[in-house]
C-alpha cells in the first residue's frame, strides 16, 4: 500500500506549485522532502532517482515519476480533474498548456538581471492582458458555465486561478478588464480544497525573494 | 462529417514536426497549409482561428487545436498509441517529455548564430549521450521488450525515433555506445507506416535552411 505521495524539490514554488496546487484541489495530502543543497540534488541523481536527473520528482503509487507535465496529468487523470471524454481532454489540455506559458514566463522574471526584469515585466503584463485572459474571459462568457471545460471542476480551472494569482503579483489590478475572469477568481478561490491551500500554513510556497533565488542558482550551478 | 486533419504551419520541421510524425505512425492521411507570407497569418489571427496567436494549428474533428502537446496527447489517444491504461501513459508521458526536452535543443539551432550553433551542438551531443540516450536505452534493456511502453507500440516509440534520427544529423555515430537503441531504431523504422514516412515523397520535412528561418521570421515578424 503507498502511502502519501511525496514531493522532491526546492523549499519554494518554481515548477513543483502547479503540481502542490493540484494535489491541494484534489484533496490529496503530502509530504515534501527539500532539496536545500547541491549534495541534496547530488544525492538524489547518484541513488538514481531522477529519470533525467531532474526535479520536480513526486514519489506517488510505487512511481518515481518527473517531468512536470507527465506529473500533473497523471494527478488529473487519477483525481478525475480531467473531464469526461477526450474532447473534454484536449480542451483541457489546450488550456493548461496556455496558463504553462504564462506562468513559465513569469517564474523566469525572477532570475533575470535587474536590466531585463522590467522589460520581461512589461511583455508578461502585455501577454497576460492581450494573449491569455481574453481568451478564458471568452470562454467563460460564451458557455456562460462555472467552469472552463465541460461544466466540472477541472485541472484547467486550478492552473487558471493559480495563474491569476500570480499575475496579480506582478500587476494588482490585472483582473480590470476581465469581469468573469474576476467571478471565476472568487468561486474558484471558495471551493473548500482551494479555501484551504490559500490561508496560511498550508504547503503553497511565497514568490522567491532574492535569498532564495540564490541558493536556487547555487543548488543547480546556474 | 469531418474530412481529413489539416495542418497549418510552415513548411519546415519546427513544432509541427513530431505531429506529422504521429499522424504518420497512426497511418493517418493529412493536409497541410503552408504559411509563407505575414498576411496569412494576419488573416489567421484576425478570423480568429489561433487560439492563443500561435501556431501549430490542427484542424482535426472540428476543433482548431493548438499547442503541440494537446496536439499530440489527443492524437495519441485516438489512435491507440496511449498505453492501455494510467500508468503506462504516465510512463509515456515521463519518456515523451525527455524527447521533447532533448529535441528541444535542435530545434532552436538554425536561429542561432554560427558561433552560438557550434556551442549548441556540444551541448546537444553531450545531454543525448548523458542524460536522454541512457535511459531509454536501460529501459530497453530491462524489459527486453521491442517497445518502450507496455509492449505494445506507443507514441513514445514514435518520438523516440524521431529524437534519435535528429541528433544523428548532427552527429552519425552518436549511438555507437547504445546497443538496445540501434536494434530499436532499426525496428521502428520497419514498421510500414514508418517505413513510408521516411521515404522520399512523404511529408517528412528535411533538415531546416536559412530559407526556413527567414520564413518563419518574416510571418512571425519575430526577430531572434
Not at chain 1, 489540455?93 to 504553462?100: A, K
Not at chain 1, 467571478?183 to 479555501?195: D, L, Q
Amino acid at each position: 500500500m503507498a502511502g502519501k505521495p511525496k514531493l522532491h524539490y526546492t523549499k519554494g514554488r518554481g515548477k513543483m506549485e502547479s503540481i502542490r496546487w493540484l494535489l491541494a484541489a484534489a484533496g490529496v495530502e503530502f509530504e515534501e522532502q527539500f532539496v536545500e543543497t547541491k549534495e541534496d540534488l547530488e544525492k538524489l541523481r547518484k541513488d538514481g532517482h531522477l529519470l533525467f536527473q531532474q526535479v520536480p520528482m513526486v514519489e506517488i503509487d510505487g512511481m518515481k515519476m518527473v517531468q512536470t507535465r507527465a506529473i500533473l496529468s497523471y494527478i488529473a487523470g487519477k483525481y478525475n480533474l480531467y473531464g469526461k471524454d477526450l474532447k473534454d481532454r484536449a480542451l483541457i489540455d489546450m488550456y493548461v498548456e496556455g496558463t504553462t506559458d504564462l506562468m513559465g514566463m513569469i517564474m523566469y522574471l525572477a532570475f533575470q538581471p535587474p536590466d531585463a526584469k522590467e522589460k520581461n515585466l512589461a511583455l508578461i503584463i502585455e501577454r497576460a492582458t492581450t494573449r491569455y485572459f481574453p481568451v478564458y474571459e471568452k470562454v467563460l462568457k460564451d458557455h456562460g458555465q462555472e467552469f472552463l471545460v465541460g461544466n466540472h471542476v477541472s485541472w484547467a480551472d486550478v492552473h487558471l486561478l493559480e495563474a491569476i494569482l500570480m499575475a496579480e503579483e506582478c500587476k494588482p489590478d490585472i483582473l480590470s478588464p476581465f469581469p468573469q475572469l474576476k467571478a471565476f477568481k472568487g468561486r474558484i478561490s471558495n471551493i473548500p480544497t482551494i479555501k484551504k491551500f490559500l490561508q496560511p500554513g498550508s504547503q503553497r510556497k511565497p514568490p522567491a525573494d532574492d535569498k532564495f533565488i540564490a541558493e536556487v542558482k547555487k543548488i543547480f550551478n546556474i | 462529417m469531418t474530412g481529413i486533419p489539416k495542418l497549418c504551419y510552415f513548411n519546415g520541421r519546427g513544432k509541427m514536426e513530431s505531429i506529422r510524425w504521429l499522424l504518420a505512425a497512426a497511418g493517418v492521411e493529412f493536409q497541410e497549409e503552408f504559411l509563407e507570407t505575414r498576411e496569412q497569418f494576419e488573416k489567421l489571427l484576425q478570423d480568429g482561428a489561433l487560439l492563443f496567436q500561435q501556431v501549430p494549428l490542427v484542424e482535426i474533428d472540428g476543433m482548431k487545436m493548438v499547442q503541440t502537446r494537446a496536439i499530440l496527447s489527443y492524437l495519441a489517444a485516438k489512435y491507440n498509441l496511449y498505453g492501455k491504461d494510467l500508468k503506462e501513459r504516465a510512463l509515456i508521458d515521463m519518456y515523451v517529455e525527455g524527447t521533447t526536452d532533448l529535441m528541444g535543443l535542435i530545434l532552436m539551432c538554425p536561429f542561432l548564430s554560427s558561433e552560438e550553433k557550434e556551442k549548441q551542438h556540444t551541448v546537444i551531443i553531450q545531454k543525448a549521450t548523458n542524460r536522454y540516450f541512457p535511459v531509454y536505452e536501460k529501459v530497453l534493456k530491462d524489459h527486453r521488450q521491442n517497445f518502450l511502453v507496455g509492449n505494445q507500440f506507443s507514441w513514445a516509440d514514435v518520438h523516440l525515433l524521431e529524437a534519435i534520427l535528429m541528433v544523428e544529423e548532427k552527429n552519425s555515430s552518436v549511438l555507437s555506445e547504445f546497443p538496445q537503441l540501434q536494434a530499436f531504431k532499426a525496428r521502428i523504422s520497419n514498421i510500414p507506416t514508418i517505413k513510408k514516412f521516411l521515404e522520399p515523397g512523404s511529408q517528412r520535412k528535411p533538415v531546416p535552411d536559412d530559407k526556413y528561418v527567414e520564413t518563419v521570421r518574416r510571418v512571425l515578424q519575430m526577430y531572434f
